[in-house]
């Protein structure tokens, strides 16, 4: 029961714990200038879980969202020089797309959530790998600057980064607070048979959120391509893991119904703490999935509805 009452409220207190032991273990963790730092650097990945909280939202997963971004790097990059600002749109259609056929191939086609996605995360994957002739590609600085000069520069000392994941926030936050949408988003989550019963097209909302998915992941592909001048089909490989831990440690459970972006706001911001504290603490690179693949089992055991459990699709 204790446990019950505490669970709410163990994002932020997890969050809270985290940074007074990094910054005890570093005191110049708390300076303005690092703090600024740390969120620009977590906003592409907090926008890559934006995208797959929608999905784990109403009970199911997106395993497509890392490819789908790394793809988006590839075509947006190949795109710049005759599209300019366009190709970005162009892009966003791709991964809304990607996202569309994923919903598809689950709701009418009854293909399980992780199934779909995984194979569209492939699809996805060979696209860019094709495009790209499997090797980077690399954006003309004056194109990149004319197109996209404002996502990489600043204002008052903050990255415009900070603001793109702050308004698609807004705007997801929006949609799941103050729009039918977004109830009916809520009623899937909590129960999808019940959601049937009182009449919702579960089906078509469902492949709205999946195509609305595919678009913030291919978003986060585009932060990716212009912040790092160019595109490669494994560029953004080693985000899903900490994407996905966002979503659960915020509080969003597996199982669908709570939670929501804001929860998924904090959740970023304790991997982002989490990051950082592997940085201080010298953690070699390839040793940092280890500790993100444990954290992902604990906050699925803390979060996770069990009740519910013959039910996620």
Known sequence: MQLEKLRP?????????????????APQFLAPRNLVQMVADMSSLFVLALGITLV????????????????STVLVTLALPPLGLWSALCVLLAGAATGLASGYASTRLK??????????????????QFASGQQAVFMDPQARDAAFGWVIDSTAGLPHEIFIAGALLAIVLFIERRT????????IGAGEPAAIASGLQVNACKMAVYAMAGMISALAGVLFAVRLAGGAPQIAEGFLLPAIVA?????????????????????ALIVAVIRTAMVYLEVPATAQQIVFGTVLIVAIAVTIDRSKLTTVK
């Open 247 to 267: 979503v659960l440690i915020g509080g969003t459970p597996l199982t669908g119904g709570v939670g929501g972006v804001l929860n998924t706001l904090i959740g």
């Open 111 to 128: 293909v399980p959530s992780f199934i779909a996605t995984l194979a569209m995360g492939g699809i996805a994957l060979s696209v860019g």
């Open 9 to 25: 409220h163990l994002p932020w207190l997890t969050l809270v714990c985290l940074t007074l032991i990094v910054s005890a273990i």
């Open 180 to 187: 039918t949408l977004g109830r009916a988003l809520k009623a």
């Open 56 to 71: 784990i939202y109403i009970g199911g997963i997106d395993l497509s969202s890392q490819s789908i971004a790394n793809m």
